[in-house]
């Protein structure tokens, strides 16, 4: 019965070659649905994190710093606003095929952890930023994961829907976790008489901790798998060596400028700078390396992108904000050390 439906589906008798899926249409579907759900729940983590952290703000006092870092409230998609873009983020990773979206893991990887080693003492605030970064990364992380494990499994359908309902279940607890804490959280902690609130209360500083090794542990299996699935489509280890090289010196030399641009810029304009840097170098890299497939799902990658970064404006502010604090913070420290250490060698 399923192959029948998915005989009749036009992917064949009307769109070109390079306009198909990789992949039945219904499991394309479901990877995508766990990757968009996999970003909902990162969002709303997030949001939650933050909104704790004006809460502890505002209890110890810090009301000017708070009221600077967050620009404006802690918010919620709306209902319908928020439906169309979880729908549409799903579509463009239905599309996206795995080729590609291997090819935005490994990038993502590189770019993390370049930016990881050169962060200095003023990214007090840089892995907030990276993880509102990574939300179509992650996407791809997943449903490139999913395309490697259940690679040839016999009832790979069954397994999708499986992994599908458990993602949707995940995605809608941290959703309503979220409207939780936002209506209920100063009021239930304060009285101690909500279990999720007093949770939160004494150990809601664990929850960004956890969230970066969820996604450490999500990115480790998706570089395997991408690995794997780029390899599966070279013929001999010399085309492989005759991609790979180009790929990691361009990326190499595009990462270091982007971590200096960022540094010089850090605001969620040099974030969205950034993107159209990256996948226009990663295009010009398909159109000389590539197929035609890879460079039409790197457009697509353009719109998924902008899908989940403009949502979240407001995230990225709130970590640009902070970032920016951080670091004339450490500039002003480190002008005051400076004539002391210059009176301090008079003095000798």
């Known amino acids: 019965m399923l192959s029948f439906i998915t005989w009749l589906l036009p992917t064949s008798y009307f769109l070109p070659g390079w306009l198909t899926l990789d992949i039945n249409p219904l499991e394309s579907l479901l990877q995508g649905l766990v990757g968009a759900c996999g970003i909902s729940v990162l969002c709303s983590l997030l949001r939650v994190h933050l909104f704790l952290e004006e809460r502890w703000s505002e209890k110890n006092g810090e009301d000017?710093?708070?009221?600077?870092?967050?620009?404006?409230?802690?918010?919620?998609?709306?209902?319908?606003?928020?439906?169309?873009?979880?729908?549409?983020?799903?579509?463009?990773?239905?599309?996206?095929?795995?080729?590609?979206?291997?090819?935005?893991?490994?990038?993502?990887?590189?770019?993390?952890?370049?930016?990881?080693?050169?962060?200095?003492?003023?990214?007090?605030?840089?892995?907030?930023?990276?993880?509102?970064?990574?939300?179509?990364?992650?996407?791809?992380?997943?449903?490139?994961?999913?395309h490697f494990l259940h690679e040839g499994a016999a009832q790979r359908w069954l397994c999708l829907l499986l992994a599908a309902a458990l993602s949707w279940f995940l995605a809608r607890q941290a959703t309503n976790l979220l409207h939780h804490v936002i209506a209920l959280y100063k009021l239930h902690s304060s009285q101690g008489y909500c279990g999720i609130c007093i949770s939160?209360?004494?150990?809601?500083?664990?929850?960004?901790?956890?969230?970066?090794?969820?996604?450490?542990?999500?990115?480790?299996?998706?570089?395997?798998?991408?690995?794997?699935?780029?390899?599966?489509?070279?013929?001999?280890?010399?085309?492989?060596?005759?991609?790979?090289?180009?790929?990691?010196?361009?990326?190499?030399l595009l990462v270091v400028y982007m971590q200096e641009e960022q540094h010089r810029l850090p605001s969620s304009q040099a974030v969205l700078n950034a993107v159209v840097v990256r996948l226009g170098g990663l295009m010009v890299l398909m159109l000389t390396v590539g197929r035609w497939a890879d460079v039409f799902h790197i457009l697509i990658c353009f719109l998924g992108e902008a899908s989940c970064l403009l949502p979240t404006k407001d995230l990225l502010d709130a970590a640009s904000s902070q970032d920016e604090e951080d670091y004339t913070e450490y500039r002003r420290r480190e002008r005051q050390q400076k004539p002391r250490a210059f009176k301090k060698e008079h003095q000798r």
Do not use: D
């Open 200 to 252: 939160l209360l004494t150990s809601g500083s664990s929850l960004l901790p956890m969230l970066c090794r969820t996604i450490i542990i999500t990115f480790s299996v998706a570089v395997l798998a991408a690995v794997s699935t780029i390899n599966q489509h070279f013929l001999s280890a010399t085309e492989a060596l005759r991609f790979w090289t180009p790929l990691t010196i361009c990326y190499t």
């Open 64 to 146: 000017t710093s708070t009221q600077k870092t967050f620009g404006h409230p802690i918010r919620t998609k709306p209902g319908l606003t928020g439906l169309l873009q979880f729908l549409f983020v799903t579509g463009i990773l239905c599309v996206v095929g795995s080729r590609v979206a291997s090819l935005v893991v490994l990038e993502f990887c590189l770019r993390a952890v370049s930016g990881l080693v050169t962060a200095g003492p003023e990214s007090g605030k840089f892995l907030q930023q990276l993880l509102v970064q990574s939300q179509f990364s992650l996407g791809c992380a997943l449903t490139c994961s999913l």
